[in-house]
């Protein structure tokens, strides 16, 4: 069995917009992952520019971070999404995912976990619901993508995290049922991941049928972020 959590952990800044990255990092610890991946993670940023949150988070941890680099939002430091696990963890490939010219680059990045049963370990972020023009085709069409990649790689078993933004029900997440199975499917009706009251943090698993999900838990809000850790208990 291996228990995957992802958390979006807003680049160290709480709901109270103070900067502490032990918050979430304590919250990860406590939820005892084998792996784990999280979205908005920032690298010398100048907000605050002795934060390496990769580095932090993987000596916090005592596992081993792979980072994803999206963009630069003050032209000096990197902002992304990352990786870690327990077990050697290896970076495999960082898609550059459909995005419009003027806009944050959305990525997806894939790595490996050699677990007992190794894994594709991906983590992503889509834009936001309305971030510009056209952005339900451009989340659609990053689904698409990231799973002809796992297919022409064959990258199986693989488990993909991340903030995509939209809630069940929406297109975005019927399309994406085609294709992956949704730990999420199991969670409490009414059950939300960011303060807003949505559910738009997931963990999916590919190729349908592959992954037995064992159980599926929304953690706690909490200060550390206006999002809730989700943790998946799987079987490969």
Partial sequence: MIRVTHFNI???FGEDKKSDWTRAARIIRESAPDAVSCNEVSVHEDFVPDLDMPAL???YLGMTPVFGRATSRDGKGEYGVMALAEYKIEFVDK????????????????????APTPFHFLVTHFCTRNEYPGAREYRVAAIQMITDKINE??????????????????PEIDFLHTQWDVCNDQAEPGVWTHHSGAMIDFICTYPKGAVRLLNFSVGAHTAASDHCPVTAELEF
């Avoid at 990258?155 to 995509?164: S, T």
Wanted: aromatic share 10%; proline share 9%; glycine share 10%.
């Fill in 57 to 59: 988070y993987g000596d």
């Fill in 10 to 12: 807003a680049s160290s």
């Fill in 153 to 170: 790689r064959k990258l199986y078993p693989a488990v993909l995290c991340g903030d995509l933004n939209v809630e069940p029900g929406t």
């Fill in 95 to 114: 898609l550059l995912l459909p995005t419009p010219a003027g806009y944050e680059q959305r990525i997806c990045l894939m790595t490996k976990v050699y």
